[in-house]
């Protein structure tokens, strides 16, 4: 989906838009009051107060026609400036446009003010000529917004809107939001039984279901596999550790505001873990190594806590507890770019598996104007801002740098994907580490004799699992590759009486194959269990009647296909073993 934001014709397009819902709602709800309409990458929302009306879908429809009305007469929009005082007097009556003039510098500053028609807006501009063209918008939908994001102040109402310059642009657009809302793993989650969260268990903390957690698990299974075959080492390590053992690290002074509070236990400080790094050091830490251990790398399926605002919690793409697939790789100074390479090679292996194919790499790098928020160290910086550079130049990988969004600890790699549903986000990353081993005074014995510290690689390929779970789940619509799929073979018995004892031996000597079966026995019309099968996106559905018991013989389905295909049980096994290991 295109970004609003950052096409400069749709951007003024829409902030002008925005203006003329301000308009509308001022024509029907007389004594609303408006805090701030800004553009965003969907499009375009505006905060208001509405007193008690609580905004619903046929009030949308209403102030999309009371829209449209404005637009249609076609009034000019006028910009014209004042002064911080003639500001303050003219909107006096509104406390949400006071505060706004209020908080801007000196008394004499100038204001610019947007005028159309009856309604004049604060506003810095710029907008289109007039309301007329306007003509090519809809509202989203509505919501609930604190007054500055802050829970303790009102709650006002927020619309969100589109605007187009072309009726089948917003067509367009509007057919992608459409499909996005098909494959929301939020929405396929609950549909497929694979996780779900309750308020009574607390917000951001999903809970997988069996036919999630086979998913996941499979994930597991699957890049441990290709780690372990690579010489990672696997550990299990506390989700708890101590304050001071964060103190250490410097994530307690970088890193504090996304951590929960500490918790207080027999006069220690304890808290729930952000990231694993922490641990691993100390399990480098404890025993002397030589150079000839090294690369050691130690990997970790993690459990972590992060403290997400509620308003950044989606589904398990982004909760407050998430599993990283993390490691750690501690190497000498002249490994960094073999084993940087190794980590980049296992990425796109792991890409080409699944077919990941939209994504960019970005060599995330400190601020140097504001160098407050990472570890003091200069020299360290410009080193491994270099020695990084120099790696993803000399292994040939197209990447984009971005300032200020490295670690506290180091800059980093991150490949960014570009998901069926949302925005880019990161999926897999690389980071390179002069710190941590210094803070934790790691040190290995070189062939020299003298001791000298190591340089640690913080990787994650994955991501995390219920992220990247998300990811697939998007990406398919829910229906999984035949390995990954909770349930790969579901049978249904034409009749009960006639050809359930042929379906149950059927699943028995699936299951002792290691085919994960489910048998639908219910007393259905098959065409309706065959429907019910195809909405659980099922990879193969048996079909077996008389035909099939009296040859021994199987008729499946697969999954988006409407041909029935009768083979015999050895090649239906034969064809299925051989997806399954081809991971198609």
């Not at 589109?162 to 367009?172: G, K, P, R, S």
């Not at 990941?356 to 790098?365: A, D, E, G, K, Q």
């Not at 300032?403 to 600890?409: M, Q």
């Not at 065959?530 to 193969?540: A, D, I």
């Amino acid at each position: 989906m295109i970004n609003i934001k950052e096409n400069e014709k749709l951007s003024v397009l829409n902030h002008s838009c925005a203006h003329l819902l301000a308009q509308a709602v001022k024509h029907l709800y007389p004594n609303a009051m408006f805090w701030v309409g800004p553009v965003i990458e969907e499009g375009f929302y505006y905060d208001m107060d509405l007193g008690d009306t609580v905004i619903t879908d046929e009030d949308l429809e209403k102030i999309e026609k009371e829209m449209k009305k404005i637009a249609k007469d076609g009034k000019r929009i006028v910009r014209h400036e004042i002064s911080k005082e003639e500001a303050l007097e003219q909107f006096h009556e509104d406390p949400y446009k006071l505060d706004l003039i209020s908080r801007m510098d000196e008394k004499d500053t100038v204001i610019s003010c947007y005028t159309q028609g009856d309604f004049t807006d604060l506003c810095r501009g710029p907008h289109v000529e007039s309301v007329k063209e306007l003509k090519h918008f809809k509202l989203l939908k509505a919501s609930g917004a604190y007054w500055k994001g802050d829970a303790n102040n009102k709650m006002l109402q927020r619309i969100y809107g589109i605007c187009f310059e072309t009726a089948e642009d917003l067509e367009a657009h509007l057919q992608e939001l459409e499909e996005a809302k098909m494959r929301d793993h939020r929405k396929l989650g609950k549909e497929l039984e694979l996780f779900m969260s309750d308020d009574l268990v607390g917000r951001g903390l999903p809970m997988f279901l069996p036919k999630g957690y086979i998913v996941w698990q499979e994930l597991e299974n699957y890049i441990k596999e290709k780690e372990k075959k690579l010489g990672y080492l696997h550990v299990m390590t506390p989700c708890v550790g101590n304050v001071e053992l964060y103190k250490t690290s410097g994530h307690w002074d970088h890193y504090k505001e996304n951590m929960f509070p500490a918790m207080e236990v027999d006069g220690e400080s304890f808290v729930l873990r952000p990231m694993n790094c922490p641990h691993h050091m100390m399990i480098y830490a404890n025993k002397l190594h030589s150079y000839k251990d090294l690369p050691i790398r130690i990997g970790e399926i993690a459990h972590d806590f992060r403290y997400e605002a509620s308003g950044a919690i989606k589904g398990i793409e982004r909760g407050r507890h998430f599993c990283q697939n993390d490691a750690h790789l501690f190497v000498t100074p002249e490994q960094i770019k073999s084993e940087f390479k190794n980590v980049v090679d296992l990425i796109f292996d792991v890409y080409k598996d699944f077919n990941i194919t939209n994504y960019r790499c970005v060599l995330s790098l400190r601020d140097p104007e504001d160098k407050a928020k990472y570890h003091p160290d200069d020299e360290m910086w410009n080193k491994a801002e270099n020695e990084l550079r120099e790696v993803l130049n000399d292994l040939g990988i197209e990447y984009t740098e971005e300032i200020g969004e490295a670690a506290f600890y180091g800059p980093k790699l991150d490949v960014n994907v570009k998901p069926a549903v949302g925005n880019e986000y990161t999926l897999s990353t690389c980071q390179l580490d002069f710190c941590l081993p210094a803070k934790f005074d790691l040190k290995y014995v070189d062939s020299d004799g003298v001791k000298k510290t190591p340089v640690v690689l913080h990787r994650a390929i994955l991501g995390s699992l219920d992220r990247f779970m998300a990811y697939i789940i998007e990406e398919t619509k829910g229906a999984f590759p035949l390995w990954l799929s909770p349930v790969q073979v579901n049978i249904l018995p034409v009749n009960n009486e006639y050809h359930l004892e042929y379906a149950k031996e059927v699943k028995e000597w699936l299951e002792n194959a290691n085919i994960r079966v489910e048998l639908d026995d219910r007393e259905e019309k098959v065409g309706y269990r065959m429907r019910e099968s195809v909405m659980q996106k099922n990879p193969y559905t048996l079909i077996l009647g008389q035909k099939e018991v009296d040859e021994g013989m199987i008729s499946y389905r697969k999954y988006g296909s409407q041909d029935t295909t009768t083979v015999s049980k050895d090649d239906f096994l034969a064809l299925i073993q051989e997806e399954i290991a081809q991971k198609k």
